[in-house]
Nanobody
Framework: QVQLVESGGGLVQAGGSLRLSCAAS????????MGWFRQRPGQEREFVVG????????YYSDSVKGRFTMSKDNDKNTVHLQMNSLKPEDTAVYYC???????????????????WGQGTQVTVSS
């Protein structure tokens, strides 16, 4: 059973930056696609960014494009989400997720992902 652990959340003022990290418990598990999602209270989980592991092709939601950057560190078995120019509407719990297999579902569909972290809170004050 793969475990994902997010870290790096916190409180920041609008316009500031945060860097989230997601560490996987096993180095050799299959990672076809990794993604970051976020969820605001009372709302559904929202796609933020997805990265196909082997190719590195990365896709961002329109709401974060140009402000957020997803990267991976193969040696440390970790992915990061660099968040710049943060806005109050970015406030949410952020989750990383892994889809080990190919799928007909879109990379932005949370149902595609089999493994999820516990989430880390990001709060952006105005």
């Amino acid at each position: 059973q793969v475990q994902l652990v997010e870290s790096g959340g916190g409180l920041v003022q609008a316009g500031g930056s945060l860097r989230l990290s997601c560490a996987a418990s096993e180095r050799t598990f299959s990672r076809h696609l990794m993604g970051w999602f976020r969820q605001r209270p009372g709302q559904e989980r929202e796609f933020v960014v997805g990265m196909y592991w082997n190719s590195g092709n990365t896709y961002y939601s329109d709401s974060v494009k140009g402000r957020f950057t997803m990267s991976k560190d193969n040696d440390k078995n970790t992915v990061h989400l660099q968040m710049n120019s943060l806005k109050p509407e970015d406030t949410a719990v952020y989750y990383c997720a892994v889809d080990p297999h190919t799928s007909a579902l879109s990379y932005s569909n949370p149902r595609r992902y089999d493994y999820w972290g516990q989430g880390t809170q990001v709060t952006v004050s105005s």
